[in-house]
């Protein structure tokens, strides 16, 4: 299966204007954003499980990367509530599931197979900085690496914020909105932005708060196996 498999295109997704699609797990549903492979995937979606599903425990060959939108996600080496971001990289395993239901945002298949940093971090906290030159806009660092650079920001009420991706971008919304060349995005829209791309995004009235992830795009992706 191929989604959104060409990145030297400008892709969107309005991920709650699309309907949910069963995964082949009882209870575990998605919305697929880009995706190269079937169920073993370079895959990036938005995961629902409903009230006490889980998968089986599985080893994360190519690695997994994910931020809890909605509840509580769980596994043997704890709970994730939302705001939690969490990078398990290849050969890390684990039994996910959520008691009472959540929603993730979620990467598979992205890593560098040398990584093995696991690491959660809470973007629930106050450890914002000011963004040099961009007034109106706070940063807290998730991951930075000689290939990435994966941060959540906040954009003031009506903040122009100048987007730079000599090596692609994707942007998440978490809450409130923005608009890029004349389109709204809103909460769990999803942009992806081809090397060398340049535009500005306007936040909404009531600001906007966004995961990003830079300089990934600099390789071409590698479909699973390869």
């Known amino acids: 299966m191929e989604l959104n498999a060409d990145f030297d295109k ?16 009882a209870g575990v549903d998605r919305r697929m954003l880009d995706r190269i492979g079937d169920e073993v995937a370079r895959a990036t979606s938005i995961v629902r499980y409903a009230p006490g ?34 990078r398990n990289p290849p050969t890390t395993s684990h039994t996910p599931g959520s008691e009472d239901g959540c929603v993730i945002f979620v990467k598979l298949w992205q890593f560098d197979m040398q990584d093995r940093n696991q690491f959660r971090v809470d973007t629930n906290g106050d450890d914002y900085v000011p963004v040099q030159n961009a007034p109106g806009v706070t940063r807290m660092d998730l991951h930075q690496d000689a290939d990435e650079d994966v941060c959540t920001e906040h954009w003031a009420p009506g903040t122009s914020v100048a987007l730079h991706a000599p090596d692609g971008m994707e942007i998440l919304v978490l809450s409130g909105s923005f608009t890029e060349a004349g389109e709204q995005f809103s ?10 791309a340049e535009t500005t995004a306007t936040a909404g009235e009531e600001g906007t708060k966004v995961w990003i992830k830079r300089r990934h795009l600099a390789r071409p992706p590698q479909i699973p196996g390869t």
């Not at 400008?10 to 797990?25: D, G, L, N, T, Y």
């Open 187 to 196: 909460k769990d829209s999803w942009l992806r932005l081809p090397r060398g």
């Open 10 to 25: 400008r892709a969107v997704v309005h991920a709650a204007q699309i309907p949910w699609k069963p995964s082949p797990m």
């Open 53 to 86: 599903s889980r998968f089986s425990a599985h080893t994360h060959t190519g690695g997994e990367e994910f931020l809890v939108l909605e509840g509580v996600f769980q596994d043997e080496h704890g709970d994730f509530p939302a705001g939690t971001y969490v």
